[in-house]
């Protein structure tokens, strides 16, 4: 089945408002065994029509955000309508729907609201959970869409996201039944970069027939993706695990500090973190996951260096002799805040995330992480992540979350 997707909105051409869509529906028809085989972004208007037309010829199924509003550029409903020949008439249960919501709102409905109740004749009624206009499911039976499968959804990501879910997913279960033989995994990996993934497993995998090999790289990750048959995807999978499994954390849609949390709630296991550069990323992300509070004991954010010494007792000599970004700071920290804590681990950042304050000795994107655990000795890892500050704090936060996973899963500490 051919899919593509059209984004209409003049905001995404002027680039004020990113594509989100594109990501979001791309991810999620992948997990269903369909794939976007082309995408367009096109302005508000007139413009629809040569598009559905256009997309209408190649694809099974189209996919068309935007313009389902009540304004005079939201032409979406009409102009599909009629190529379908598929006549608007007004629902008048989405009428009272609207008069619903605006009433409830203390709002008055004006006349043009109520266009979003026209419905092409015979097309399903996706409901809007979150906003007024009602999503539409079309599956014309005359006319140049005769056969095409069309979804027209709205603008916001916050009422489209819900509707796929709601409305859209089941319709496509239906309309589209993956190859019986037919498997996907995603392997996602932290602590090793792109390129010696590839070059690792691709002499490996090579000769395995008909398997998709995928990679895509994230600040501090990167995910494998294994497509093909079932078969075929048992063995790549196992080949790789053999080859990568120390950097494997998970093979699910977990993220990195959810593994991290998971394994600590697994083990029994109590962490604490003192940050510096990280500014409270790595305290934030453990505690995005539901359930940390029975692992995370404290976050200490100890920015300036007359806060490392007061609250962690980093002797001053550390901060005038070895600087603020050592490891011997960053030991410090770590260990002091493990003991107070009575931990099991304790994790510290300390680095330069620029632009300015790079020396020679320690340039920009210089970063400490020292892990300090309960009977073992100190871990420190220097890394240099010469990048902007959000990502060199992201990154950081991925090295420091590798180092704990890897001590709560016995592996040896690596240095990539
Ligand atoms: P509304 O009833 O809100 O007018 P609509 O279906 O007509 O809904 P649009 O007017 O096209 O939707 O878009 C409304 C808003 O939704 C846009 O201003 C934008 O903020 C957001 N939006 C639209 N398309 C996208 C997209 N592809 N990715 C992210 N956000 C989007």
Request: glycine share 8%; with cysteine; hydrophobic share 35%.
């Amino acid at each position: 089945m051919r899919v593509e997707l059209i984004n209409t909105g003049n905001e995404l051409l002027l680039g004020t408002v990113l594509n989100t869509h594109l990501n979001f529906l791309g991810e999620e028809l992948f997990q269903l065994g369909l794939r976007i085989q082309a995408q367009s972004t096109i302005p508000d208007g007139q413009e629809i029509h040569r598009a559905v037309a256009d997309a209408a010829a190649r694809a099974d199924l189209l996919i068309i955000t935007g313009g389902l509003g009540p304004t005079r550029d939201d032409l979406t409903r009409d102009i599909v309508a009629e190529l379908a020949q598929m006549p608007l008439e007004i629902q008048q249960s989405i009428v009272d729907h609207l008069e619903e919501y605006f009433q409830s709102r203390g709002y008055q409905l004006r006349e043009n609201v109520k266009r979003q109740a026209q419905v092409p004749r015979g097309a399903t009624v996706l409901e809007n959970r979150w906003g007024t206009a009602p999503g539409l499911y079309l599956h014309p039976t005359s006319g140049p869409l005769q056969g095409k499968h069309l979804f027209l959804l709205p603008g916001p990501p916050r009422e489209l996201r819900p509707m796929y879910e709601a409305c859209v997913k089941p319709i496509l279960q239906e309309i589209y039944e993956p190859p019986e033989d037919r498997d996907i995994t995603v392997l996602r990996m932290v602590g090793v970069g792109e390129s010696e993934v590839e070059h690792q497993l691709v002499p490996l995998l090579q000769d395995l027939p008909e398997l998709e090999l995928g990679f895509c790289s994230r600040p501090g990750e990167v995910d494998v993706r294994l497509i093909g048959s079932q078969e075929v995807v048992k063995q790549a999978r196992e080949i790789a695990e053999q080859e990568l499994h120390e950097y494997i954390f998970t093979t699910t849609d977990q993220e990195l500090h959810e593994a991290v949390v998971e394994l600590l709630i697994n083990l029994d296991q109590k962490v604490v973190t003192v940050e510096s550069c990280t500014g409270g990323l790595l305290a934030n992300r453990l505690t995005n996951v539901p359930g940390s509070s029975k692992v995370f004991l404290q976050g200490y954010v100890t920015y300036s260096n007359e806060a490392k010494c007061a609250t962690l007792e980093v002797p001053k000599e550390y901060i005038s002799g070895y600087g603020a970004v050592s490891k011997e700071t960053a030991r410090a920290m770590a260990e002091k805040a493990r003991r107070l804590n009575k931990a099991d681990y304790a994790l510290a950042t300390t680095g330069i995330a620029g632009p300015s304050g790079g020396t020679e000795e320690k340039p920009v994107g210089t970063v400490y992480i020292a892990l300090s655990t309960q009977g073992r000795r100190t871990m420190i890892n220097k890394y240099r992540f010469p990048t902007d500050r959000e990502t060199f704090k992201f990154t950081t936060t991925q090295r420091a979350l590798d180092m704990l996973r890897r001590a709560l899963h016995g592996l040896p500490q690596s240095r990539r």
